[in-house]
């Protein structure tokens, strides 16, 4: 029997998106990698210099 788990990291919510469907697909378990400390607003500003 084989084991897999879909591991992500999601800022936006995008990947989590994603990857919920890839592991509900192929039956696996999901796992969250989660920042230490939460992104702001202007980490996630792409439009900054």
């Given at each position: 029997m084989s084991k897999v788990l879909v591991a992500y990291f999601s800022?936006?919510?995008?990947t989590k998106?994603?990857?919920?469907?890839l592991a509900?697909?192929?039956g696996a378990?999901?796992?969250e990698i989660a920042q230490e400390v939460?992104?702001?607003?202007d980490d996630l500003d792409r439009k900054k210099d």
């Open positions: 800022t936006t919510g995008t998106v994603a990857a919920t469907g509900k697909a192929v378990d999901t796992y939460p992104y702001t607003n």
